[in-house]
Nanobody, 123 residues
Framework: QVQLVESGGGLVQAGGSLRLSCAAS????????MGWFRQAPGKERECIAT????????YYADSVKGRFTISRDNAKNTVYLQMNNLKPEDTAVYYC????????????????WGQGTQVTVSS
């Protein structure tokens, strides 16, 4: 397994931007597909973006498509989530996770998880 640590969350006004980072330990980072999930209060955790091992393939949930960008730097063992034009409904705890395939989006398909970082968007 790989250990994951997220950073970059915070409080931002609607329309603003944030970039989340997720640093992975170990030498096998490039062998994992990576995903970003989020969980808003009272809601289930949802997959919002995934990327393949080399970063060639990506998936975005409709709710973030066109506003969020997932990317990875395998040399730095880090995956990013650039979030632009943030909306109050983006308020959630954001998690990164490592899995086997970028096209899988269930929580059960990801075996390693970070501790989460809070993103709060004010109106």
């Amino acid at each position: 397994q790989v250990q994951l640590v997220e950073s970059g969350g915070g409080l931002v006004q609607a329309g603003g931007s944030l970039r989340l980072s997720c640093a992975a330990s170990g030498r096998t980072f490039s062998s994992y597909a990576m995903g970003w999930f989020r969980q808003a209060p009272g809601k289930e955790r949802e997959c919002i973006a995934t990327t393949s091992r080399a970063g060639v393939n990506t998936y975005y949930a409709d709710s973030v498509k066109g506003r969020f960008t997932i990317s990875r730097d395998n040399a730095k063992n880090t995956v990013y989530l650039q979030m632009n034009n943030l909306k109050p409904e983006d308020t959630a705890v954001y998690y990164c996770a490592a899995g086997s395939s970028w096209y899988l989006r269930r929580e059960a398909d990801f075996g390693s998880w970070g501790q989460g970082t809070q993103v709060t968007v004010s109106s």
